[in-house]
């Protein structure tokens, strides 16, 4: 079986430049490549996790027409009641945000 003649041919790409800066973009590409990916996950983690909530803590951190930014923040000031409601041992949370579509 006949391959036809053994040519040799030069590559004449040039390779990627190696100097700092070009090297630090790439880096600081990748970091925010990582940072994005994360944000994503853990967002869709606490929309996950707001499925299963009580009641009382789904409606002061419901999703639509919220930004994430927002919700994140209320988590934040998220507390555990010291106190336990009476008819449960479950502790009551409070949070600092007012429902949703409220305004106040």
Do not use: F
């Amino acid at each position: 079986m006949w391959r036809g003649p053994a040519v040799t041919v030069r590559a004449a790409a040039v390779p990627k430049a190696r100097d700092a800066r070009v090297e630090a973009i790439r880096a600081l590409h990748a970091a925010r490549a990582g940072a994005v990916k994360a944000r994503t996950a853990t967002l869709s983690q606490l929309k996950a996790m707001l499925v299963t909530a009580p009641a009382e803590l789904r409606e002061q951190l419901s999703w639509p027409g919220r930004a994430a930014g927002s919700i994140v923040a209320a988590c934040l000031r998220l507390r555990s009641g010291a106190d336990t409601d009476a008819s449960s041992s479950q502790p009551r949370w409070r949070c600092a945000v007012s429902p949703a579509g409220t305004g106040t």
